[in-house]
């Protein structure tokens, strides 16, 4: 009788402790994120007004969190622009991360006259890796894009493409 007792204390430490960091990694991702700039692979630097972004990262519980992306990049030289907007819900272990996307509008990929706006309803998952080390959450996300959360700032990059700055304003 005494070891299952001290069994089921040490698995609802595990638990709780589990439930905790997540809890804390949460809190550190938790928020309203501002995009202050973007730098390409040739070095131009782009900022406000021709590019600006919100990151919203909303928790539901210390699991799982409601997170939409709102991105407008504005081309100064053919004048033309893009959107994107994005709605997915996160969960995360203490390992891994799943997203699950439930609506992506796109503007600017495949615009017409006839279709301003591209819609992608159909819901898609991917899965990630999430660590942290050194106060800094990264999460990795399929083909090398990441993100790395350390205080108020985060970093968001896709190899070869990009690399976003990112503050939090609230």
């Known amino acids: 009788m005494k ?3 001290t069994i089921c204390l040490v698995v609802l430490g595990c638990a709780s402790g589990c439930s905790d960091r997540l809890a804390q990694m949460q809190q550190q991702l ?3 994120w501002v995009l202050e700039s973007r730098e390409l692979p040739d070095g131009t630097e782009l900022r406000s007004p021709n590019i600006s972004g ?9 699991r799982k ?4 992306l709102n991105l407008l990049v504005n081309n100064a030289e053919s004048g033309s622009r893009t959107f994107d907007y994005a709605a997915s819900k996160y969960e995360i272990s203490t390992s891994a991360i799943t997203r699950s996307r439930y609506l992506l509008i796109r503007q600017g990929y495949r615009s017409s006259a006839v279709t301003p706006l591209t819609v992608y309803p159909k819901g898609k998952a991917e899965k990630g890796k999430i660590t942290l080390e ?9 083909r090398g894009y990441f993100e790395e959360f350390r205080g108020n700032e ?3 990059s896709f190899p ?5 700055h990112w503050k939090r304003v609230q």
């Open 30 to 32: 938790a928020g309203t």
């Open 154 to 156: 985060m970093v968001a």
């Open 65 to 68: 969190a409601h997170v939409s």
């Open 134 to 142: 050194d106060g800094a959450i990264r999460i990795t996300h399929e």
């Open 54 to 62: 919100v990151f919203s990262w909303q928790p539901i519980d210390s």
């Open 160 to 164: 070869d493409r990009f690399v976003d």
């Open 3 to 5: 070891r299952w007792v």
